[in-house]
């Protein structure tokens, strides 16, 4: 099915914001509320900051776009195209670093088989220090 199939299987209309509202994810694929936002302006500018939270709520809950919590601050979207990742987030660059989920099928496992527990890897971030900032001494 196509977005807009879903949009209106779910009782939804499909809007000119909501198309751009998208489109705005899917091209930034890390984006923020406030980065969509920017984006959207771009072609409507009178769309506000509430008017893309709640469509991002819409496109979310239709499975369009999904988000992942990359530190304190709003989560970002992604497009449910994406391949599932995991983030690496840096505490001293704040660089994220996408990585395969492979890595952490043990893991993954070991917690499915033991706790019974199906994990939404994609939702969170694994925080640390990337090895770029590793490589350069203390201090900076
Ligand atoms: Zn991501
Ligand atoms: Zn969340
Ligand atoms: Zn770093």
Excluded: K
Excluded at 58 to 87: F, K, Q, R, W
């Amino acid at each position: 099915m196509d977005w807009e199939g879903r949009l209106h299987a779910q009782g939804y209309r499909v809007t000119p914001q909501r198309a751009l509202v998208l489109a705005a994810v899917n091209e930034l694929a890390h984006a923020t509320p406030e980065e969509i936002l920017v984006r959207v302006q771009r072609q409507s500018p009178r769309v506000n900051l509430s008017t893309v939270y709640r469509t991002l709520e819409v496109l979310e809950g239709v499975g369009l776009v999904t988000h992942a919590h990359l530190g304190h601050g709003p989560p970002t979207y992604h497009s449910v195209d994406d391949n599932m990742h995991i983030h690496l987030v840096c505490r001293r660059c704040d660089g994220v670093e996408s990585i395969s989920e492979s890595i952490a099928r043990p893991f993954l496992e070991a917690l499915d088989q033991q706790q019974g527990f199906a994990t939404d890897i994609g939702h969170m971030a694994v925080h640390g220090v990337c090895r770029a900032c590793r490589e350069v001494p203390d201090g900076r």
